[in-house]
């Protein structure tokens, strides 16, 4: 018999969990633990060994019994490259239940992952530390040996032994305290669900809680380090909401007995799901309300929202191997829009999820792009898996599928979904089952296409007579060309302006080539009307002119599609860049905020590919086009505004002012930053941010002592991110220098260092610096910074943008060997093969352009 290869790293599955009874003795000063694991396992067939997982673990007894027996000790064998643990024993073990018990000690890491130590200062100077898991994907083992594949299921009942004057959480109430005499207590949890190994979390340290909200019979509460309690508030509101929200929508109760949030000084993700006991960073569940921008809070409701819609969705089923991952975070990231749509209807949010669809575009747009599910037989290759391909994408073909079939049949789809494998784990088909029993429709011959195959369709749309012609292939960056035959069935909505109306036609474009009848002549054509394809469109000449002049008709989401779209056959060479940046000039009247990031981060994308004295031909350009709004808006709060308004304010002003280099804005900015000294309530939470990032562009030493001050002094987690990528937006290289070293020395958290230096390469003041820095430094950063981030920021290698660097760049990464994990790397160097090959192509054409720009 021939084994697949993907058993080679799988747990054989002759034993299995059934329950684990732990005891943890975590010693905050060692940054050790000690521990005891009971676990019931069903012995399927005879065996004389047991295999588990564990990892940087000393194992130091293992013994099983039944029903009272003596224990029978088997001998232990670690092997730490695969992971596992072995136990042999000296007599068969038969068929039935038994408890193995195992002793085993670890380390409290500096990783951020497994069971690790978190360190902070608190206002007084004082050092605290705080032990907290980050199990996710594959580090359950590293804090108890277990079965950690999602499949073994198992229930949990957890005891943690803490001192007296430490609070203790994981992840269900605490059922019972017992003080132990010795300055420490035991404190006993009750027993969870059936749940996967990498959702069980334990927390312990100086943490003080909230009052609960009580949503129906679940307490929800804020946990953080203490003093920051007041900055709760935020997430326990779209907490309480969006549990409600979803126990309204999947119709089923929230599987836990409560819900903690809890804030984590250190930690390497965002956020992570484990059951009732939510871990996040700082800066994604605490905020002040009141001197938060729009995006701050968007991000912690989203962050939140989404990590809750995971009770379900993850939590209660579980997908059955880490192929799944992308139905897990595709379909989190679809309901916590959902949930914070309808929480908060005047953020639009499927509308401002367009930025998110766009930047999917771009990375699947590539040839080294995957499909959005792929075969996973290492666990360590579903590392690659948490990118925008599955979250973006994901939600976004989850969004077409939903829009195609109806909202309720959709949501009756997932409640059967839920309803038939709760407490236990599913597969894609399963749910493409239950919608497709739902909605009597062949969800797999729509979905496929969009899951198993890489990459999404152009559309291309032609006049033909009185109706259209619609043609697809595949959207492409390099050798766009080049068509492989590679096809989609793709839900098609479009608008036609005819005779003073409109006309809509929806249809399923499957085949190469589709005509469209429209009654009259069409004034102009939206394809992707309502902007939830994902797809692109590529209008002919005149088509596109006609729908150039009408652009402050069709609606927000379609204009910025109509731009992104643009900016990416520009990209591909299938538009001249030149046509694309007079297209810009069509929107200074521009009122929706998505349409304006859309438009700022092109124009920034250019500025990384243009010759240094062209910038002051691109910055008359950006000023040209954004002063209308600019002043339109002002620097003041108006009466009738909504919060998007205001942000766009903040967005507006930080473009004109660093990008555009605006001396009247800048001069403005400081005056606006002096008055905010003596009174911080005469600048709007939205525009704090923007003056921010202009004083950096514009300032020098004063500046930086005074923003790097802040960065330390920080009072909410949002300050502090604000002043430490100011510490990026400078333009002298020594400050910029000093910003790099900040970054290894531990000023700089390694949850931060990262992104500061991915923020760097970013910038055209600082890339080559951070450039040789990480040539100098990419060793000791590997040791140093958590694995995810420090995979992310190389992605900042994509803007250096010459042919010098890149083979520089190229030579880098072959000559130290290192692989990012699927293909990460690969995506970068095609980003940056992208850049460089739109560089070379319109190198002259931007330059004439650029060049008379300045003269305006
Ligand atoms: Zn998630």
Redesign the pocket.
Known sequence: MVLSAAMDYRLPATVVPKRYDLRLEPDLVAATFAGEAVITVEVETTVTEIVCNAAELAIQSAALTRDGSVPIHGSITLDEANERARFVFPAAIAPGEWKLTLRFTGTLNDRLHGFYRSTYKDAAGAAHTIAATQFEATDARRGFPCWDEPAFKAVFGVTLVVAETLATVSNSAVAREESLGDGRRAVQFADTIRMSTYLVAFVVGELEATEPVMVGPTPVRVWCVPGKKALARFALDVGAYSLAFFERYYGLPYPGDKVDLLAIPDFAAG???NLGAITFRENALLVNEAAASHAELERIADVVA??L??MWF?DLVTMAWWNGIWL??AF??FMELMAVDAWKPEWRRWTTFGVSRAAAMQVDGLEATRSIEYEVRNPHDCRAMFDLLT?EKGASVLRMLEQHLGPDVFREGVRLYLERHRYANAETTDLWRALGDASHQPIPAIMDGWIFKPGYPVVTVDLDGVGLKLSQRRFQYLGGETDRGQRWRIPVVLRAAVKRGYVERRLLLDGEEASVELPAKADWIVVNSGGHGFYRVRYGPALLKKLANAAMKIAPIERFNLLTDSFALAQAGLMPAVDYLDLTARFTAESDRNVWTALNSSLAHVNRLIRDELRGGLASLVRHRLAEKVSLLGWEVQEEETELDRQLRGDLLRTIGTLGDDEEVQARSREAYTRYRDDESSVDANVLPAIIAILATAGGEAEYSEFRDRFKNARTPQEEQRYLYALAGFRQAELLGQTLEMTLNGEIRSQDAPYVIRSLLGSVYGRGLAWDFIKGNWQVMARQYPESAYTRMYEGVSALVSADWEREVRAFFAENKIDLGGKTLPQYLEQLRVAVAFQEREAEALGAYLSRQKSR
């Open positions: 956020a992570m799901e989404h990590e819609a995971h993850g897990n975070e989190a990231t979250y």
